[in-house]
């Protein structure tokens, strides 16, 4: 079987893996100079010459991302490139935090514990939460769930459990912008979902494992050198441009000029850049395509790295999520997990701190979203309010799903109406709770198994 694999990112890179390992003659092609998508690191430079990599912002690995780990394996055995965070605290003002580290691993203890030893959650607090909608993060079920909550917005849930203002700001406002989506606008049950698979559901417990080095090194572009070894064809710099029905297969043109003639497509694509191939091929019509079309990006986030001519305290956690700093929602310090930045820092005395916004409104000024951010940085850390800033870098993208409510039924799944044209990416719906980089890669595992699975003769079974 011949496949192209349109898209470099996690989700690509799971399904190119697969199905190489299997036997099938596979080409990845990705827009981008490097392989990684949204996780990826390019190459830049300082002021003064020095060569970096820069990210689209911190990403955890947490370590129930069983099928992510998985592939990851295959080009670093011991995961010696993660490095194990010991909390995750999130800060508040006035010296609020709230720690989710020592938790009791299993549903209803972790639960338990959190809630009595929360600070903003005093006992008598407890007697004013609505149990019948609090239940619900305990029952969570993906049929019945999403039934009862899809329709219902993450803030009109949130507001009918009769959490203490505090105690709210503190255990889900930053949960829910974890996924890049305003309380308004998403899904009363994708943020259930979320909360099972990440706290009630996960014996694995909340914790995480950080990259050491930047990803693309340590994990993306060795995985695509192996499918090079393994007999696969990785082409950066090369995007589709869309796709055409032949007599046996599929006609992928090239942005570029050229084209390549396959079996069978697997589609791991951001969704922006999905609809935007799907919109020019008129033999993926009807119904189906409609429904694509029609899923949302949520709002735009903005990450500013600074690298600045002092340290941070040296109590502080090398990621800490934030609330109540105006759009600061998360404080990510570089210099103590990433070695390009532990070097810099190292030799300058100084340090290198990421600061991210989500779900900010897409009309928002970027320099006053950047010097807000460093506002909050101040109050949050006051040590750097004496730090001169040497460098910076702002990213600002809107390309992440989104999910809003009344939309989980219509989302694209990884099979299609086309038995040889799957789907793969952090916006396909699953039959199994996952976010983020693990719903990327088990969704490209799954469109390498589908088909697979649709070939008349068997492929062979992978081989690790």
């Not at 699953?430 to 649709?454: D, N, V």
Request: charge should be neutral.
């Amino acid at each position: 079987m011949k496949v192209v694999v349109v898209g470099g990112g996690i989700a690509g890179l799971s399904a190119a893996t697969e199905l190489v390992e299997r036997g099938a003659q596979v080409t990845l092609i990705e827009r981008e100079s490097y392989l990684g998508g949204r996780a990826g690191s390019w190459s830049d430079r300082l002021a003064t010459g020095e060569s970096f990599d820069m990210e689209r912002g911190f990403h955890g690995f947490f370590r129930h991302y069983r099928v992510l780990r998985d592939l990851l394996r295959r080009v670093d055995p011991d995961l010696s490139a993660l490095a194990p965070a010991t909390d995750y605290p999130i800060l508040g003002p006035d010296g609020q935090s709230e720690s989710f580290a020592g938790l009791p691993r299993r549903a209803p203890w972790n639960v338990a514990a959190l809630a009595l030893r929360t600070p903003t959650l005093r006992a008598r607090d407890l007697l004013s939460i609505r149990a019948r909608p609090a239940l619900a993060m305990l029952r969570f079920d993906m049929g019945r769930s999403y039934r009862r909550w899809d329709g219902t917005s993450a803030k009109e849930y949130l507001d009918s459990l009769g959490f203490p203002p505090a105690a709210r700001r503190m255990l889900f406002d930053v949960f829910a912008h974890s996924f890049f989506c305003a309380e308004e606008e998403m899904s009363a049950g994708e943020l259930l979902m979320m909360f099972h698979y990440y706290f009630v559901g996960n014996r694995d417990g909340l914790i995480f494992d950080l990259a050491a080095r930047p990803m693309s090194i340590a994990f993306w572009q060795p995985l695509g050198e192996r499918l090079v070894r393994l007999g696969a064809e990785v082409r950066t710099g090369t995007a589709c441009a869309s796709l055409a029905r032949t007599g046996g297969g599929w006609r992928i043109e090239l942005d570029r000029g050229g084209a390549l003639e396959v079996d069978a497509v697997v589609l791991a694509l951001a969704l922006p850049a999905l609809q935007a191939v799907v919109a020019v091929s008129p033999d993926l019509a009807g119904p189906w395509r409609d429904d694509l079309m029609a899923l949302p990006v949520t709002r735009p986030f903005a990450v500013l790295r600074l690298w600045l001519d002092r340290p941070m305290r040296s109590d502080r956690a090398p990621f800490a999520g934030t609330t109540g700093f105006g759009h600061l929602d998360n404080i990510s310090l570089y210099d103590r997990f990433q070695d390009q930045s532990r070097d810099w820092a190292a030799r300058t005395g100084g340090s290198v701190v990421e600061l991210h916004a989500y779900a900010v409104e897409p009309a928002m000024d970027h320099g006053a979203l950047a010097a807000e951010l460093v506002t909050g940085l101040h109050a949050a850390y006051p040590e750097s309010r004496e730090a001169n800033e040497l460098e910076r870098r702002f990213l600002w993208r809107q390309d992440c799903p989104g999910f809003p409510p009344g939309i989980h039924a219509r989302r694209a799944t990884v099979t299609t109406p086309f038995p040889d044209v799957c789907l793969a990416g952090d916006h396909v719906r699953l039959p199994e709770p996952s976010a983020l980089m693990e719903r990327a890669a088990a969704s490209g595992l799954a469109a390498a198994r589908s088909l697979a699975a649709s070939r008349a003769a068997p492929m062979k079974q992978a081989r690790r």
